[in-house]
């Protein structure tokens, strides 16, 4: 029987796991918490997160990190981008051969400024590495609603591994070896839904979304093309779809993050009332922060981190940008005639 460890006890680490022991796979979840662990055990319930939902009979959970790991050699990360690195090092002295990560969040760390595949390489260095992504509320994913997903490695023979470990009749997955395209469009694409959400709130209408949405894509493409992506990953399921599903819909806690802050919250307020992690708020602060190493511009983030961390006026900053000099849709450097 296939076995997998999920590290991470949240919507997405839940949803995951609760799927993918329905689908028939030996499944532990570990939580950070005693209390949400044991709960899981004996309620069947997470009393954090998709506290509604009944998750499969078969899902062990433990709070305990060495049993977590001597569980499986297939680990699926699903802590928040920030604990990524604290959590690799935790589980550092558990590595054995043949163990085979996957991370399922989507992020850059602030800190440093770096990708979540260039922090595994530090940290463990040799070891494969990959990432699952793609557009995918965890409310579907439990409910068993039809989603597509990719999951990218540097080694195409373990993205094989993980498309035949976690595919199932409703969990289409795609494999690929571009992890920078993968990582860029998951993690960027949470920016522009802060903006999306912003924009709704304000009471724009649908032209102005779409020319957000559209420019916001122009954005993580040129930021992926100077790191290296394939233009055709970022037009895939973990840019353009991904971007979409973020943008427009209420699940999004990022888009809701941004509808609260263009209804006039504070980055504090609307935290709080949002209750769980909206990861493109820390992954604006590292791409702004980091953006003279970058070398890209990236006007809709500097927006989105003037209305998070400035206290810009959503409102002026909408008009900054609409009034930047004029400029062809496509650099020629994109494209030849």
């Known amino acids: ?17 609760h799927h993918l022991a329905s689908e028939g796979r030996d499944v532990l979840l570990w939580c950070r918490s005693a ?17 509604n939902v009944t998750l499969d009979r078969s899902l062990l959970s433990t709070a305990h990190l060495a049993d977590a790991a001597e569980f499986s050699s297939y680990w699926i990360s699903a802590v928040p981008a ?39 390489a530090e940290i463990l260095p040799g070891q ?5 992504s793609g557009p995918s509320h965890a409310e579907e994913v439990v409910a068993g609603q039809p989603a597509a997903l990719v999951v990218a490695s540097d080694r195409e023979e373990t993205a094989l591994e993980w498309q035949g470990k976690t595919m199932t009749k409703s969990l289409r997955v795609y494999t690929s070896t ?9 993690a960027v694409k949470n920016v522009i839904a802060i903006a999306a959400g912003i924009a709704r709130a304000m009471g724009l209408g649908d032209n102005a979304a779409a020319a957000l949405v559209t420019r916001g894509l122009a954005e993580i493409m040129r930021l992926g093309s100077r790191l290296g992506a394939n233009p055709l990953t970022l037009a895939g399921l973990t840019g353009a779809g991904d971007l979409m599903v973020t943008c427009f819909s209420g699940l999004s806690r990022n888009y809701r993050l941004g509808w609260e802050i263009g209804k006039g919250k504070t980055l504090d307020e609307a ?18 922060e980091h953006a003279e190493e970058l070398q890209v511009e990236i006007p809709l983030c500097r927006a989105v981190y003037g209305a998070l961390y400035e206290k810009a006026s959503p409102r002026e900053l909408m008009e ?6 004029p400029k062809p849709e496509i650099p020629s450097l994109f494209w030849k005639t």
């Open 1 to 17: 029987m296939t076995t997998i460890t999920v590290f991470g006890g949240g919507s997405w680490g839940t949803a995951l796991a």
């Open 35 to 51: 209390e949400q662990a044991r709960s899981i055990t004996l309620t069947g319930r997470n009393p954090r997160y998709l506290k």
């Open 82 to 120: 920030q604990a990524f690195r604290p959590m690799l090092e935790r589980l550092a002295p558990f590595f054995r051969e043949g163990t085979r990560l996957c991370n399922v969040a989507k992020g850059i760390e602030i800190a440093s400024g770096r990708r979540l595949s260039q922090v595994m």
């Open 128 to 132: 494969p590495y990959s990432i699952f």
């Open 178 to 186: 571009d992890i920078v395209g993968v990582e860029i469009g998951g």
């Open 271 to 288: 935290s709080a009332s949002l209750g769980e992690v909206a990861e493109g708020a820390f992954t604006v602060r590292a791409l702004v």
């Open 320 to 325: 900054a940008l609409l009034l930047r000099s």
